[in-house]
């Protein structure tokens, strides 16, 4: 029987490889965390860091502990607004995105 890779093994390497895939991934990212699904969010989040960043540099960057950072990215962490700000800015910095908001009509 043949082995297969673990699904975040292979979301990593497509990531390093991507740089499209990681700035996707990004967006769903930060869509998945404003609709109300943070677990998925930070998930995604968590991948981009271990891909790109790494926890060390992101710690550096943020001025947060490289501890507390894997807490907050956890499926069930809980970041404060200020922290996933923070976080947020700095993968969008590493990525090379400039996030913008766009306001679309209701209804």
């Known amino acids: 029987m043949a082995?297969?890779?673990?699904?975040?093994?292979?979301?990593?390497?497509?990531?390093?490889?991507?740089?499209?895939?990681?700035?996707?991934l990004y967006a769903e990212a930060i869509s998945a965390i404003l609709e109300g699904e943070t677990g998925e969010g930070l998930s995604m989040l968590r991948d981009l860091v271990h891909a790109?960043?790494?926890?060390k540099e992101l710690a550096r960057q943020t001025g947060l502990g490289e501890k507390?950072?894997?807490?907050?990215?956890?499926?069930?962490?809980?970041?404060?607004a200020r922290n996933l700000g923070v976080i947020v800015k700095s993968?969008?910095?590493d990525l090379g995105i400039k996030p913008r908001?766009?306001?679309a009509e209701c209804c």
């Open 52 to 55: 790109e960043i790494t926890f």
């Open 3 to 24: 082995l297969t890779r673990d699904y975040r093994e292979t979301v990593v390497a497509r990531i390093k490889r991507d740089p499209e895939f990681a700035r996707g």
């Open 91 to 93: 993968i969008a910095e």
């Open 68 to 80: 507390t950072l894997h807490r907050m990215l956890n499926r069930n962490g809980n970041p404060t």
């Open 101 to 103: 908001v766009e306001v």
